[in-house]
């Protein structure tokens, strides 16, 4: 047989590059066709297996789904919600510290009264005080009993918060201060604001002291707003003395004494072995200055309606009342070495701690000077007047400008949750 004859009979060998290429093409276009797969779809998960000895891996973040275009967030809800508490005013937000606002204005007229028998002063300038006082008492107690009547719970917050529950004293002192002013002109009213300042005092007093006693307190409690009740009843006895209730004036000034000696010692030892106490709450330190010119002002007063000033008894009671006398002046030159930092704070309603503590230590000083003729006795007694005067104005005259614009009546810090619509 020829070779081509051969070459024709014989079938021809496979290309081999030839269909490795076709077949990688094919390959790759499955491959592509996969892939698309994949990416149109969900990938699917595979389980990645750990040796027994490995750490567990940290929990997957599940995936969030995207916002909406427009939806609204519930952050921006939130912050719409507290802009509207802010713009909003509401009687819910009064605060129950504006009391110790009358305690400053009534003081201040009561401690010109003094001045003006002392040192021949003119007896209007201590006239407007009172009859101003007596005006923005009424004021502060409506407001604040409209804000009990449509908001109870806020009442209630008020009561058992462990230092703004303190205040409600003020509301009773104020009845007993403007007592005091009533009684030269009208003797009747000064009797019936007694008769229910005292015993509303003295309740406050026994509900304060029950609290204390059952609930839980922590040191950073204790400031000096807890010395308002007590010295409530050591007003009380001063108050109620020149109407005819010397004997009880003395049994509620023993509970205002003996208390007020028990928290001088816890507030010392709250400033000087605990943290400071926050800046809105360090005024409230002058109040500190309240207790001991009131119950020198009281051994006065209470001497004076039991025995006499010539009896034996009479000049031991004024030996007594000299000595605590000479206690306040010395925490008066206490606070003196503090006078810079406390003016170097923003303003708070708090300042006005600053304004009856005053007026009760220029009555102390003028009683003093009054029945002692010395002119450093003098001088102190009309510094005291001209520095509560002075800074009662100025306390009033900011407070005055927030009552105004709305600044009492709106939350210093509106709550996270979606606000209601107050009265």
Not at 53 to 62: F, I, R
């Given at each position: 047989m020829s070779d081509d004859t051969q070459s024709k009979t014989s079938p021809a060998k496979p290309r081999p590059a030839a269909k490795t290429a076709r077949t990688k093409t094919g390959a790759a276009k499955t491959g592509a066709a996969k892939t698309g797969a994949v990416?149109?779809?969900?990938?699917?998960?595979?389980?990645?297996?750990r040796s027994p000895g490995a750490p567990p891996a940290p929990p997957e973040t599940p995936e969030t789904p995207e916002t909406p275009l427009g939806a609204r967030q519930p952050d921006a809800r939130a912050a719409l919600a507290a802009g509207?508490?802010?713009?909003?005013?509401?009687?819910?937000?009064?605060?129950?510290?504006m009391f110790a606002s009358v305690l400053g204005l009534a003081g201040l007229g009561l401690a010109w009264r003094e001045a003006a028998d002392a040192f021949g002063f003119t007896d209007a300038v201590g006239e407007l005080f009172l009859g101003f006082?007596?005006?923005f008492y009424v004021a502060v107690l409506g407001l604040y009993a409209l804000k009990a009547v449509r908001h109870p719970d806020a009442l209630v917050a008020d009561f058992i918060d462990p230092i703004r529950g303190c205040y409600f004293a003020a509301a009773s002192m104020g009845l007993l201060l403007l007592?005091?002013?009533?009684?030269?002109?009208?003797?009747?009213?000064?009797?019936?604001l007694w008769l229910v300042g005292a015993p509303v005092n003295m309740a406050v007093t026994l509900a304060t002291v029950s609290g204390w006693m059952t609930r839980e307190f922590h040191m950073h409690h204790a400031t000096p707003v807890w010395f308002l009740p007590i010295a409530g009843n050591l007003l009380a006895s001063i108050a109620g003395t020149p109407l005819?209730?010397?004997?009880?004036?003395?049994?509620?000034?023993?509970?205002?004494?003996?208390?007020?000696l028990v928290l001088q010692v816890i507030i010392f030892y709250r400033l000087l072995f605990h943290e400071p106490m926050e800046q809105p709450l360090r005024p409230t330190i002058v109040i500190m200055l309240?207790?001991?010119?009131?119950?020198?002002?009281a051994f006065q007063v209470l001497a004076a309606g039991a025995a006499g000033p010539a009896t034996e008894a009479g000049t031991t009671t004024s030996g007594v009342a000299t000595m605590l006398y000479g206690l306040t002046l010395f925490i008066a030159a206490l606070l003196l070495t503090q006078a810079r930092t406390l003016m170097r704070l923003p303003f708070a309603l708090s300042n006005w701690s600053y304004t009856f503590p005053l007026s009760a230590f220029t009555v102390a000083a003028t009683l003093y000077a009054a029945q002692h003729d010395s002119w450093a006795a003098d001088a102190i007694a009309i510094a005291g007047l001209a520095a509560a005067t002075l800074i009662t104005l100025y306390v009033f005259a900011i407070t005055a400008k927030a009552l105004l614009a709305g600044a009492l009546f709106r939350s210093p810090s509106p709550p996270a949750r979606e606000a209601e619509t107050e009265d």
């Amino acid at each position: 047989m020829s070779d081509d004859t051969q070459s024709k009979t014989s079938p021809a060998k496979p290309r081999p590059a030839a269909k490795t290429a076709r077949t990688k093409t094919g390959a790759a276009k499955t491959g592509a066709a996969k892939t698309g797969a994949v990416k149109k779809g969900r990938a699917r998960k595979t389980p990645v297996k750990r040796s027994p000895g490995a750490p567990p891996a940290p929990p997957e973040t599940p995936e969030t789904p995207e916002t909406p275009l427009g939806a609204r967030q519930p952050d921006a809800r939130a912050a719409l919600a507290a802009g509207k508490a802010l713009r909003n005013p509401s009687t819910r937000h009064f605060p129950v510290t504006m009391f110790a606002s009358v305690l400053g204005l009534a003081g201040l007229g009561l401690a010109w009264r003094e001045a003006a028998d002392a040192f021949g002063f003119t007896d209007a300038v201590g006239e407007l005080f009172l009859g101003f006082a007596a005006g923005f008492y009424v004021a502060v107690l409506g407001l604040y009993a409209l804000k009990a009547v449509r908001h109870p719970d806020a009442l209630v917050a008020d009561f058992i918060d462990p230092i703004r529950g303190c205040y409600f004293a003020a509301a009773s002192m104020g009845l007993l201060l403007l007592s005091s002013a009533a009684a030269p002109h009208a003797p009747w009213l000064a009797e019936a604001l007694w008769l229910v300042g005292a015993p509303v005092n003295m309740a406050v007093t026994l509900a304060t002291v029950s609290g204390w006693m059952t609930r839980e307190f922590h040191m950073h409690h204790a400031t000096p707003v807890w010395f308002l009740p007590i010295a409530g009843n050591l007003l009380a006895s001063i108050a109620g003395t020149p109407l005819g209730y010397g004997e009880i004036g003395w049994m509620i000034f023993a509970v205002g004494f003996i208390f007020w000696l028990v928290l001088q010692v816890i507030i010392f030892y709250r400033l000087l072995f605990h943290e400071p106490m926050e800046q809105p709450l360090r005024p409230t330190i002058v109040i500190m200055l309240a207790p001991p010119a009131l119950a020198a002002i009281a051994f006065q007063v209470l001497a004076a309606g039991a025995a006499g000033p010539a009896t034996e008894a009479g000049t031991t009671t004024s030996g007594v009342a000299t000595m605590l006398y000479g206690l306040t002046l010395f925490i008066a030159a206490l606070l003196l070495t503090q006078a810079r930092t406390l003016m170097r704070l923003p303003f708070a309603l708090s300042n006005w701690s600053y304004t009856f503590p005053l007026s009760a230590f220029t009555v102390a000083a003028t009683l003093y000077a009054a029945q002692h003729d010395s002119w450093a006795a003098d001088a102190i007694a009309i510094a005291g007047l001209a520095a509560a005067t002075l800074i009662t104005l100025y306390v009033f005259a900011i407070t005055a400008k927030a009552l105004l614009a709305g600044a009492l009546f709106r939350s210093p810090s509106p709550p996270a949750r979606e606000a209601e619509t107050e009265d």
